[in-house]
């Protein structure tokens, strides 16, 4: 039995990163399933990470690995985590990367995870994803290690979100994904209005003519702005951090 491992990472395809953790998961736990949810993280870039990482919640079979590295303090004396929330183990730095996965589940427990405990020193200071994060992540999809023993139960401690509604990034279409969720909008609301443009709220990309900007409900059920068959990030002057409100009739 192997197991499910999802991995994301900020390593990009242009280096052989993605595919030696690959093999450090497989040598652990040749029978393991591995998926590639993100290797596009922005480099460092531990909120879009967060983010991309808790959009896998409830998309999984329960007791998927979900590994993420995404890790500027690598090799500094960061603590590794392990999480037990959503039906699944989450595993990653401590660094913020796992605050959304948390702060999502009233039942998360939080381990700090023992590496020298469970086998894993480190052979480099800075490629814990091959050394630590993938052959750990190998370990508990296989079932050679358990949540219990990894480490110490810890306290939860995650960052406060920015409550300002406003845009987080552009995917790969080019459209602004922001971080208001579709309850937030009211009755009269028609638009949204951001760095002073104001963008219609519509149901589907076909809702406006080929070239046209607008505003929608995305898939991960937050407003996101796009331009129909274009790219709203190329095209408009509005980028991440540009705050968001509405327009109303």
Do not use: K
């Not at 531990?46 to 896998?56: C, E, K, M, P, Q």
């Not at 998309?59 to 890790?71: A, L, M, S, Y």
């Not at 190998?138 to 920015?162: K, T, W």
């Not at 406006?208 to 995305?218: D, F, K, Q, R, S």
Request: with cysteine; net charge negative.
């Amino acid at each position: 039995m192997g197991g499910l491992v999802t991995l994301l990472t900020d390593f990009g395809h242009s280096d052989p990163y993605v595919g030696i953790v690959h093999g450090a998961i497989l040598r652990r736990s040749p029978n393991t399933r591995i998926v590639d949810l993100c290797h596009h993280v922005p480099a460092f870039d531990i909120a879009t990470g967060a983010f991309f990482l808790a959009a896998a919640r409830d998309r999984f079979p329960d007791e998927t690995v979900h590994v993420g590295v995404v890790d500027p303090g690598v090799g500094s004396d960061r603590a590794i985590l392990a999480v037990s929330a959503h039906g699944c183990t989450w595993v990653g730095p401590d660094n913020g990367l796992l605050d959304e996965v948390v702060r999502s589940d009233q039942r998360a427990v939080v381990r700090e995870v023992d590496a020298h405990g469970v086998g894993l020193p480190a052979e480099s200071a800075t490629f814990h994803g091959r050394d630590i994060f993938g052959p750990l992540g190998a370990m508990l999809a296989g079932g050679r290690i358990q949540f219990a023993d990894l480490g110490p139960i810890r306290d939860a401690h995650v960052c406060e979100l920015d409550p300002t509604p406003r845009v987080l990034f552009a995917d790969h279409f080019g459209n602004l994904v922001t971080s208001v969720e579709s309850g937030a909008i009211g009755a009269g609301a028609n638009g949204l209005v951001v760095a002073g443009s104001t963008f219609p709220l519509c149901r589907t990309y076909a809702d406006v003519a080929i070239g046209e900007p607008l505003a929608l409900v995305n898939s991960y059920g937050l407003l996101e702005i796009a331009v129909r068959e274009g790219n709203a990030a190329e095209g408009l002057a509005v980028g991440p951090g540009d705050r968001v409100g509405f327009a109303t009739e």
